[in-house]
């Protein structure tokens, strides 16, 4: 195979989308789009976060060290993108209509309708030159009821739930078909009614 060097790129290694909750310092909640999000292994799972520069997220995340992760599916696509390319400090971001209630165990606003929400505890902070990566101990996930029934496989449920994967700029579908580039796909959620 004959190969070309690039500069840093994670051009087709696709990612998984999360909307991360926060509450803000009036107690209002705020989600942001996310995939640099991976697992880590210290005697138990956990998750790592990375934030690159500044914003609404990752302030309320220094205030209060909790928030939640849930997993984006291509239903949730339109809302995720907006919410992924609407900074939380403009005034009009969360003037939505979107159902939330509150985690089981840590005070974090979780998306009702996405079926797999983490609730995470931030134990270590690591500033960089301009990013930051926090880990994470993970402290409740919520499962839909329909991913933990037994007599159904977990190909079907993937297929059922359809998260997205994003790289090259774009969203993909959980059967690979494009859905569109960063900052498209929320032009539907003007459409709706
Ligand atoms: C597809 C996509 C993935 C993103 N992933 C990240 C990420 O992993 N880390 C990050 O710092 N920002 C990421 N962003 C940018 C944030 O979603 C964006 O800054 C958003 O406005 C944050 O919302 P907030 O200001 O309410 O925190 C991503 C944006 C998009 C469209």
């Known amino acids: ?35 640099w999000f991976s697992y880590i292994w210290d005697g138990e799972l956990g998750v790592m976060a990375c934030f690159g520069g500044s914003k609404l997220t990752k302030e309320n995340i220094h205030r209060r060290k909790v928030f939640s992760a849930n997993l984006v599916t291509e239903k949730l696509l339109p809302l995720a993108d907006y919410l992924g390319n609407t900074p939380g400090h403009s005034p009009e971001k969360m ?11 840590l005070p974090v606003p979780v998306l009702t309708a996405s079926p797999v929400n983490y609730e995470l505890e931030v134990k270590q902070f690591i500033p960089l030159k301009d990013g930051e990566v926090m880990l994470c101990s993970i402290r409740n996930v919520l499962q839909d009821d329909a991913l933990v029934k037994e007599e159904v496989g977990s190909p079907e449920k993937l297929a059922a739930i359809a998260p997205v994967h994003t790289t090259c700029s774009r969203y993909f579908s959980w059967d690979g078909k494009n859905m569109g580039a960063w900052g498209e796909p929320m032009a539907d959620l003007a459409k709706k009614p």
């Open 95 to 105: 003037k939505l209509d979107i159902e939330t209630e509150e985690g089981r165990v």
């Open 1 to 35: 195979m004959s190969k070309t060097s690039k500069k840093p790129t994670n051009d087709f290694c696709p990612q998984t989308l999360f909307l991360y909750g926060t509450y803000d310092d009036e107690g209002r909640a705020d989600f942001g789009l996310f995939c």
